[in-house]
C-alpha cells in the first residue's frame, strides 16, 4: 500500500521559510517521480513543481520559480519542498504526489500539510 505522508507546514511570517517533508513507503520510490502541488481555499489546485526519478531535472510553477526548491533522497524515500521568501499567498495546503518514471499521470498523494503565511 503507497503512503505518502506530509509533514513540515506551519505558521510563518511573510518572508520567512519553511521547508515541507514527503516520507514514501510501499513503492520503489527511486523509480517514481515526485511533485508537489498546493490547494488554497476558493482557488483551483497548483501544480507547484517536480523532480524526476534520479532528481537530474526539476520543474517549477512560475509562481514558485527562485523561490522554492524541490530535493530528494533516495536513501530516505523522501522528497523535499524548501520555501523561502514566503508570501501571504502561498498560504495553502501543500501535497507530494508520486507518478511512476514513464508514466503521465500522478497516481498517488498524501494528505496534506497546512502552511499559512501572516503579512
Known amino acids: 500500500q503507497v503512503q505518502l505522508v506530509e509533514s513540515g507546514g506551519g505558521l510563518v511570517q511573510a518572508g520567512g521559510s519553511l521547508r515541507l517533508s514527503c516520507a514514501a513507503s510501499?513503492?520503489?520510490?527511486?523509480?517514481?517521480?515526485m511533485g508537489w502541488f498546493r490547494r488554497a481555499p476558493g482557488k483551483e489546485r497548483e501544480h507547484v513543481g517536480a523532480i524526476s526519478w534520479s532528481g537530474g531535472s526539476t520543474y517549477y510553477a512560475d509562481s514558485v520559480k527562485g523561490r522554492f526548491t524541490i530535493s530528494r533522497d533516495n536513501a530516505k524515500n523522501t522528497v523535499y519542498l524548501q520555501m523561502n521568501s514566503l508570501k501571504p499567498e502561498d498560504t495553502a495546503v501543500y501535497y507530494c504526489?508520486?507518478?511512476?518514471?514513464?508514466?503521465?499521470?500522478?497516481?498517488?498523494w498524501g494528505r496534506g500539510t497546512q502552511v499559512t503565511v501572516s503579512s
Open positions: 510501499g513503492l520503489t520510490f527511486s523509480s517514481f517521480d
Open positions: 504526489e508520486a507518478r511512476e518514471r514513464g508514466s503521465d499521470v500522478y497516481d498517488y
